[in-house]
């Protein structure tokens, strides 16, 4: 089972969330106020969501993500393999390589999780 879908902005939310927690709902919605501009309310309203979602709880005002930051990637990327390259790793690969140069090292630190 993959985790559930994040969007964008909700991933923004999670990282504050990830790094701070378990953190209450009011210092929550402070360091949102601080590192993304939202107000109480809109912080508390994507707390309501991603908890209805099963990606956090918030029990007792305190708030702890259900998903970790590795999973929401995962299922990120098998998403993106599926909608945009048919699943195939070659083709993503030969994408990704053609969008970015690559260093000696980045190529040998890809070459060893290949190998593996």
């Known amino acids: 089972?993959?985790?559930?879908?994040?969007?964008e902005s909700e991933y923004r939310f999670c990282l504050i969330l990830w790094e701070n927690e378990p953190v209450s709902s009011r210092r929550l919605s402070e360091l949102c106020?601080?590192?993304?501009?939202w107000s109480k309310t809109t912080t508390y309203t994507v707390i309501k969501r991603l908890s209805d979602r099963g990606v956090l709880k918030n029990e007792n005002?305190?708030?702890?993500?259900l998903v970790s930051k590795e999973e929401v990637q995962q299922a990120e990327i098998e998403e993106l393999m599926e909608k945009k390259f048919e699943n195939s790793v070659p083709a993503f690969i030969a994408a990704f390589a053609k969008s970015k140069s690559l260093s000696d090292d980045e190529i040998e630190q890809?070459?060893?999780?290949?190998?593996?």
């Open 61 to 65: 005002t305190v708030v702890t993500s």
């Open 33 to 37: 106020k601080e590192q993304l501009g």
């Open 1 to 7: 089972m993959s985790a559930p879908k994040v969007f």
């Open 110 to 116: 890809i070459r060893r999780i290949i190998e593996k």
